[in-house]
């Protein structure tokens, strides 16, 4: 496709439920990043990856938090057991590799997780 | 640790003329990228300028452009003949090679007609 797609758009989910959230990556891109922005909290990273690995996982919150990406393109955010304060909008980025003078990264639109 | 601070939380503007937003950083590295992001109430994340910290000139895309100080470590954005559609929050961000964006609070622009 021509930018970074992300689905669904916006998902509210009852606390306790699991949600998945998905990321489709600029075509040709191996760099696949995904962050988190919420009121108080600002943009802040969560995990990156280089084709199908994830280097950093740094940013993960908690261990109901993980990722993972098939075939170096679609990646997918879980959050188990979702909490009120996982509410927030999940962004995800990609580049055309990680380091260097082309790793400009390039946003999706963004999922809006609602936790009730 | 990489920081990038904001400090402007807003910043108004009439439309056609010139603002600034500041934007400074913190990082022990040589080598590292600087951009500005524009997000407008769609909240899709859209790329307006990027800073090699190598370069000394300061980078420029048509109304955009910025003042890169590299020892003060401060990286402020220039609008020039601002409009309507510049309204936005604006990030700044820091890239050191090979790692995650960090960015900083925000500042969210109004264009006054």
């Known amino acids: 496709g021509a930018g970074v797609s992300q689905s669904p758009s916006n998902k509210v989910t009852e606390k306790g439920k699991d949600v998945e959230l998905r990321c489709d990556p600029i075509?040709?891109?191996?760099?696949l990043y995904w962050y988190r922005q919420s009121l108080g909290q600002g943009l802040e990273f969560l995990i990156y990856?280089?084709?199908?690995?994830?280097?950093?996982k740094s940013g993960l919150p908690s261990d109901r938090f993980s990722a993972e990406r098939t075939g170096g393109s679609v990646s997918t955010l879980t959050i188990q057991r979702t909490q009120q304060e996982d509410s927030a909008v999940y962004l995800c980025?990609?580049?055309?590799?990680?380091?260097?003078?082309?790793?400009?990264?390039?946003f999706g639109p963004g999922t809006r997780l609602t936790v009730l | 640790a990489q920081t990038v601070t904001q400090s402007q939380p807003e910043m108004s503007v009439q439309e056609a003329e010139t603002v600034t937003l500041s934007c400074t950083y913190d990082t022990s590295e040589s080598d590292y990228y600087l951009f500005w992001y524009k997000q407008p109430p769609s909240r899709q994340m859209i790329l307006v300028i990027r800073?090699?910290?190598?370069?000394?000139q300061n980078a420029t895309e048509n109304r955009f452009s910025v003042n890169f100080q590299k020892a003060a470590k401060s990286f402020s954005l220039k609008i020039s003949d601002s409009q309507l559609g510049d309204a936005a929050m604006y990030f700044c961000g820091l890239l050191e090679y090979g790692n995650k964006l960090v960015f900083g609070a925000g500042t969210i622009l109004r264009v006054k007609s």
């Open positions: 980025a990609s580049s055309l590799v990680s380091g260097g003078p082309t790793d400009t990264q390039y």
């Open positions: 075509s040709g891109h191996t760099a």
């Open positions: 990856f280089q084709g199908n690995s994830a280097p950093d």
């Open positions: 800073q090699e910290a190598y370069k000394q």
